[in-house]
């Protein structure tokens, strides 16, 4: 079966970067669109990032110009580069596939399956 998992969370101050993983089984991720969300507490789920399976990527405008959402196929791994952190950016990153949309979307509801999640904390 389709299982994600992301790493790569923790704490860093802001300013500083870190890069999430999403690792894959049971499916080939460059074949079906891939999204980013985070969640913090007390709010909706926000999608911040999206990776076709062309390499058309779209980033949501709270994160454009910091992040960078990227595919490692031989590694069946799609990474979220993120810089110049902010503590408003601390949440439960999760990323998410679908089998069955062609396009990426950073709508929650778009997609099938789901990671556990990792933590992002950014704070001094």
């Known amino acids: 079966q389709v299982q994600l998992v992301e790493s790569g969370g923790g704490l860093v101050q802001p300013g500083g970067s870190l890069r999430l993983s999403c690792a894959a089984s049971?499916?080939?991720?460059?074949?079906?669109?891939i999204g980013w969300f985070r969640q913090a507490p007390g709010k909706e789920r926000e999608g911040i990032s999206c990776l076709n399976s062309d390499g058309r990527t779209y980033d949501a405008d709270s994160v454009k110009g910091r992040v960078t959402i990227s595919r490692d196929n031989a590694k069946n791994t799609v990474y979220l580069q993120m810089n110049s952190l902010k503590p408003e950016d601390t949440a439960v990153y999760y990323c998410?596939?679908?089998?069955?949309?062609?396009?990426?979307?950073?709508?929650?509801?778009?997609?099938?399956?789901w990671g556990q999640g990792t933590q992002v904390t950014v704070s001094s």
């Open positions: 998410a596939t679908t089998l069955t949309k062609n396009l990426c979307r950073t709508r929650p509801e778009w997609y099938d399956y």
């Open positions: 049971g499916v080939t991720l460059g074949y079906y669109p």
